[in-house]
């Protein structure tokens, strides 16, 4: 049943995109449309495929190509000027290396290296296509919670993290304070909101001790 249901979805999905391809063409063949939704067809068969195969890896890897390419076209065909594509690619790219390496994807050591390429790719692209504004540093705040809350929930030192990831959160909150508005000070209010993590972990643990 698995198998003519495999191939339902895929004669399925051709006939589809070819009632589409006609429909834009009769319509409207001065804008192509019909490859929004074709996108999304052509994953049915795909996924039942790696589904019923098992096939992970392969279901990353060629679901980051459809979506590369479909972006490719989407960057060329609508605004060839600004190549917004390398920012959007990048992360992509990460779906079918994670799960290539398997289980070692939760290790530490590829969470620094993965942190890291992170920070640097973005910080070129920051420098090279738009160096008016460090925009780099928010990318650079998002991933690297990676390392952090793998190494510290790792060796259960959550308290410990409370107090790191506070820190962490306050350092960004003043440096974006400076690069953005260094005339306001505004940075003192979210941070005031942040210590209360390790201060209610602290009164907590200390109040389990107690009693």
């Not at 079918?96 to 590829?110: H, M």
């Not at 992170?118 to 650079?140: E, G, V």
């Not at 003192?188 to 210590?195: A, C, D, E, R």
Request: aromatic share 22%.
């Amino acid at each position: 049943m698995n198998k003519y249901l495999l191939l339902f979805a895929t004669v399925a999905s051709i006939v589809c995109i070819l009632f589409l391809i006609t429909v834009n063409l009769l319509t409207s063949p001065h804008i192509i449309w019909f490859i929004h939704p074709a996108i999304a067809i052509i994953l049915w068969p795909i996924s039942l495929y790696s589904i019923q195969k098992n096939k992970n890896k392969l279901f990353s890897i060629i679901v980051s190509l459809i979506l590369i390419v479909y972006l490719i076209i989407e960057n060329y065909t609508n605004t060839p000027d600004y190549p917004w594509i390398l920012y959007a690619a990048y992360p992509i790219i990460w779906w079918p290396i994670l799960v290539s390496l398997g289980k070692y994807a939760k290790s530490f050591s590829v969470s620094i290296c993965g942190s890291m390429c992170t920070i640097l790719y973005y910080s070129i692209l920051n420098i090279f296509l738009s160096p008016q504004y460090p925009w780099a540093i928010y990318p650079a705040f998002a991933v690297l919670w990676w390392p952090l809350s793998i190494y510290y929930a790792k060796n259960k030192r959550y308290f410990e993290f409370s107090i790191v990831a506070s820190t962490f959160i306050s350092i960004f909150f003043i440096i974006v304070n400076i690069v953005s508005t260094p005339f306001t000070i505004w940075a003192i209010y979210p941070i005031f909101g942040v210590i209360w993590w390790p201060l209610s972990m602290y009164f907590f643990s200390h109040k389990r001790r107690t009693f």
